[in-house]
């Protein structure tokens, strides 16, 4: 009897040790963690987390990293306060909406100041003024896209839903289908389907980063309670996408042949097209810009008295840490 318990014993020691060493990585972390991200189309906008995961950033980092995409930025905000992902990368109009309705939501990230997108419309369409009375295209109301072309109306004076009917479709994806078949007459694309609907002679109306306004794209959103509950899987997960910046910024090739696996392009072309169109424009630093957000609040918000203010809806904490640590700038040397 005692000779089986010794048996057990060094069984229940071995199984322990395997355990161990299978689920402690050698980069010292104490066990690998898995979550979900949500992004909503495959534009190159999103790809940081994309490049990040491919270059094992966030396998460094002791984090297994499920990359989901799901149309419509307010519809990931939606899913992610139903628990489906702790984080998502999607248009901040959809973290202001989710936040001013008492979500929790807020920014923790974002790649860039410049907007990706360009106003498209079809080839019948000559000029800004013979909108009137068609039809665009969005992903969801309360998108970054629902902002963008809003925004490119009221400065071609035409007011939304009066003069110009809008459409949701899920994502930019369906959007584009759409313009192509001639359900709609306008669109907001941006990488890589802004230059497959040029190729197909759609007329460019605006590019929206002309209209001389500061945006924020590439956004990371996640809630208070992740970062309160789980402050050092939040951690792992910005250095690895900071490290996922530096990457898009300045391996174009590494970052073509991820944006082709994702995207499912294999036009060169179109692959050089979109990292020169995006990455010259992604940021060292992620912090998100306040000045943008500002713009974003007083055009979302316009009948909203007294209107919030931008910190409200971010939360820099994690990149305070990470300066004060001196590792964004250890990175961007």
Do not use: C
């Not at 992004?39 to 990359?67: D, H, M, Q, R």
């Not at 605006?206 to 309670?225: A, P």
């Not at 609040?297 to 203010?309: A, G, H, S, V, Y």
């Amino acid at each position: 009897m005692i000779r089986g318990y010794k048996m057990l014993f060094r069984e229940i020691q071995l199984l322990t040790f395997l355990i161990l060493f299978i689920t402690v990585p050698s980069d010292g972390h104490t066990a690998t963690i898995s979550m979900r991200l949500l992004y909503p189309s495959f534009a190159a906008s999103w790809a940081t987390t994309w490049i990040a995961k491919e270059a094992g950033y966030f396998a460094t980092e002791g984090l297994e990293v499920e990359l989901i995409r799901v149309g419509g930025s307010t519809r990931m905000a939606a899913a992610m306060l139903g628990g489906s992902a702790p984080m998502i990368q999607a248009g901040a109009s959809a973290a202001l909406a989710a936040g001013s309705a008492g979500g929790g939501v807020v920014i923790i990230a974002a790649t860039g100041n410049v907007s990706p997108f360009h106003v498209m419309a079809r080839p019948e369409i000559k000029q800004t003024s013979d909108l009137k009375g068609k039809k665009a295209g969005i992903t969801t109301f309360g998108s970054t896209s629902d902002q963008v072309i809003r925004l490119a109306l009221r400065q071609f004076g035409l007011e939304p839903n009066k003069d110009v009917a809008l459409l949701t479709f899920g994502a930019q994806p369906e959007a584009f289908a759409a313009l192509q078949s001639g359900a709609i007459q306008a669109a907001p694309l941006s990488y890589p389907l802004y230059a497959v609907a040029a190729k197909l002679g759609m007329r460019e109306l605006v590019k929206i980063s002309d209209l001389g306004f500061e945006d924020i794209n590439g956004t990371v959103i996640t809630t208070k309670s992740f970062l309160s509950q789980q402050r050092d899987t939040a951690l792992r997960f910005m250095r690895g996408f900071i490290r996922g910046m530096q990457r898009y910024r300045t391996d174009k090739e590494f970052s073509k042949r991820v944006l082709g696996k994702y995207g499912k392009i294999t036009d060169d072309e179109l692959l050089e097209g979109a990292w020169q169109d995006y990455a010259p424009t992604i940021q060292k630093n992620p912090r998100p810009s306040l000045k943008a957000i500002q713009f974003l609040i007083e055009n979302q918000f316009r009948d909203k008295t007294p209107l919030p203010k931008p910190e409200t809806f971010v939360d820099a904490s994690l990149i305070d840490q990470l300066e004060k640590s001196g590792f964004i700038d250890s990175v961007n040397r």
